[in-house]
């Protein structure tokens, strides 16, 4: 899909480091609904479709996806920072259809700064249901859809050729000298030995190390 590809241009795993002065803030979970059957469950690098809804820690209503903006689900990918920590660390492990509430402090969340209308040092009760789980773009199952001669190593003709299927498959005209430029733009990022081809540890080290 054309979001992993986006994903896979644009995003980077951003390292978080810990001094060791102070541990961790505690984030609360709390499983509200899990389907029966369950085919797979989150993991870092996936990308998840949720709908979610927030409040503050006085039980008031911040924002509801289902009710405010597009009323449309997010995309995100799991692990790499898009959201808050809180996410990333309370949205493993779970399946599609799955509703978790996540009770976050401060420092997994906005912390002393605030965002917008979220003031500093606030306490956010998320709701949280998956829609649906993606392989994301640092998979194995994803470099594997990749890898149309599974030598374990990416050519640049294969590249291209899952960005043009990538395209048409969102209908999308094929344009060659872009997949051309993604194509080179990816290597210059991705092929860290610049033997010609993204092996499988440069393909998913980064989401390894997440």
């Known amino acids: 899909m054309l979001v992993v590809v986006l994903s896979w241009l644009c995003c980077s795993a951003l390292a978080s480091v810990s001094g060791g002065k102070l541990p961790e803030a505690e984030l ?9 059957i369950c085919r ?19 039980g008031t209503m911040f924002h509801s996806s289902r009710n405010h903006g597009d009323k449309q689900p997010m995309w995100f990918t799991l692990g790499i920072r898009e959201t808050i920590k809180g996410w990333d660390l309370g949205l493993q492990d779970m399946c599609s259809g799955e509703k978790r509430k996540l009770v976050i402090p401060p420092a997994l969340a906005y912390g002393k700064e605030g965002k917008g209308k979220i003031p500093p040092e606030s306490t956010l009760t998320f709701i949280v249901e998956v829609m649906e789980i993606r392989n994301g773009p640092r998979s194995h199952e994803s470099f594997q859809e990749m890898d149309l001669n599974d030598d374990w190593r990416l050519s640049k003709d294969e590249v291209k050729e899952y960005l043009r299927k990538e395209f048409e498959r969102h209908g999308y005209p094929p344009n060659d000298t872009l997949h051309e430029n993604m194509a080179e733009d990816i290597f210059a990022k991705e092929d860290e030995n610049k033997d010609g081809f993204i092996s499988s540890r440069e393909f998913t080290y980064k989401h390894d190390e997440l």
């Not at 609360?28 to 029966?36: I, M, N, S």
């Not at 998840?48 to 503050?56: A, R």
């Open 40 to 58: 797979r469950k989150s993991k870092y690098g996936d990308m998840l479709l949720v709908h979610h809804d927030v409040f503050f820690e006085n």
């Open 28 to 36: 609360k979970t709390e499983v509200l609904h899990r389907p029966f």
